[in-house]
């Protein structure tokens, strides 16, 4: 007889490491196919910024949405340590998004209305931080754009979801999917199972599941460079940012530097001429960055949907069929809020409404060139 699952998820990055977890906690027999190691791929390239605020461009969808994610991960945080062990690293201080010009500040009007934001001047900032250029005009101070560890976060979800009885296997990546009258019928290398529900959480790679599902939705590869740096002498507590580019502090003392975007390059390696730009851009925010030790540098491909939203939500035809893929810049911020919301789709629980419609898999689409 065939192993049966009530939930198989294809893809054992932050998302469905994520989804695996709100799945077990609710006592569903869940097991988790991943072609290589937890989070080896677009997850553990991240920086780990948590920017609700700081990343948001659409106060009406992605905001209240991101915001719910980012408070379950002060949750998440301690659930995690006591099943796993891990500790995520989620490092307190929050960000500065700078302002070098009268133009970026009133870009950030919006924003600093928040009552979760504060404008603070130059002078503040660089009390706080006086290795911040002193271009700067001043920054939206925003305490709860933590950062966490990702691949720390993906490990801590996926063990925390096995030591609630899902079972995970690495190394075993999903070929086919089949359709069969009540269940679904999943091929592996290492034998075939059977699941009610099935979850397609592979992020870059979840295009052939939707070709072999009769969907034309596409995801495109956004490359992203970044270094480390050993911060040897220098406190940095804030994490500082400017035209989608940072510096995170790490708790081990070094800084990630990121992030080019590179459209339509499946290349995973890093070029000189990005990491090149990365450093121009750094010191441009925090100068003595060019007499710091250079500690590693890496590439990963953020999954892209043709409106930069992720697709989460059910096949438009298939009941027991669900997509979780397509977070972009923004996956390690979105899996709890995407991990709960396909455990509610699932179980049949409530799901915003606005939710369900902006992330929904059969929205307009366009094909990319
Ligand atoms: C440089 C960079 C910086 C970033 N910084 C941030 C940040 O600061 N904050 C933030 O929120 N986000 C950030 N992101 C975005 C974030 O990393 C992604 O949105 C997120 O990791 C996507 O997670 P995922 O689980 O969907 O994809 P992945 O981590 O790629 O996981 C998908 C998994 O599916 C597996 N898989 C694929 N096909 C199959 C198959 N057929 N069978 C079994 N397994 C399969 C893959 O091996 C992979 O492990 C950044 C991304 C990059 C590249």
């Not at 075993?172 to 059977?194: F, R």
């Not at 996956?331 to 915003?352: F, Q, R, Y």
Request: proline fraction near 4%.
């Amino acid at each position: 007889m065939k192993k049966y699952y009530d939930a198989a998820i294809i893809g054992g990055g932050i998302i469905g490491c994520s989804i695996a977890y709100y799945l077990a906690k609710e006592n569903l027999k869940v097991g988790l196919f991943e072609s290589g190691e937890l989070g080896g791929k677009t997850t553990s390239a991240a920086a780990g910024m948590l920017g609700a605020h700081s990343e948001c461009d659409d106060m009406n969808i992605f905001y209240p949405f991101a915001r719910n994610s980012q408070l379950e991960y002060f949750k998440l945080e301690k659930e995690i340590r006591e099943l796993s062990k891990i500790d995520i690293s989620l490092c307190k201080g929050g960000i500065y998004k700078l302002a070098y010009t009268e133009k970026e500040k009133k870009e950030m009007e919006s924003l600093c209305a928040l009552p979760t934001v504060d404008w603070l001047d130059a002078n503040q900032v660089i009390s706080n931080e006086s290795t911040i250029s002193p271009l700067i005009l001043g920054a939206a101070y925003i305490e709860d754009d933590v950062s966490v560890v990702p691949e720390a976060v993906c490990k801590g979800l996926g063990i925390s979801a096995s030591v609630l009885g899902a079972e995970l296997h690495e190394y075993t990546q999903v070929y086919d999917i089949q359709k069969q009258e009540s269940t679904y019928l999943i091929k592996t290398p290492a034998g075939e199972v059977e699941a009610q529900y099935v979850v397609v959480a592979s992020g870059l790679w979840s295009n052939s599941f939707f070709e072999s599902m009769g969907l034309s939705n596409r995801i495109v590869p956004v490359k992203g460079e970044c270094l480390s740096v050993w911060n040897r002498g220098t406190v940095l507590n804030h994490t500082l940012f400017h035209e989608h580019q940072y510096i995170v502090p790490r708790m081990n003392g070094s800084l990630v530097i990121g992030a080019t975007m590179v459209e339509n390059d499946w290349n995973e390696r890093p070029s000189l001429g990005g990491i090149e730009k990365l450093i121009v851009h750094a010191k441009k925010m925090m100068p003595e960055i060019g007499e710091m030790e250079i500690g590693s540098t890496w590439a990963g491909l953020r999954p892209q949907t043709f409106d930069k939203k992720p697709f989460i939500g059910r096949h438009p035809e298939q009941e027991g069929l669900l997509f979780a893929a397509g977070h972009f810049r923004n996956g390690i911020l979105l899996a709890p809020g995407t991990g709960k919301m396909i455990s509610n789709l699932i179980l049949g629980k409530e799901v915003n409404k606005k939710w369900r419609e902006a992330f929904k898999i059969e929205r307009r689409h366009e094909v990319f060139a």
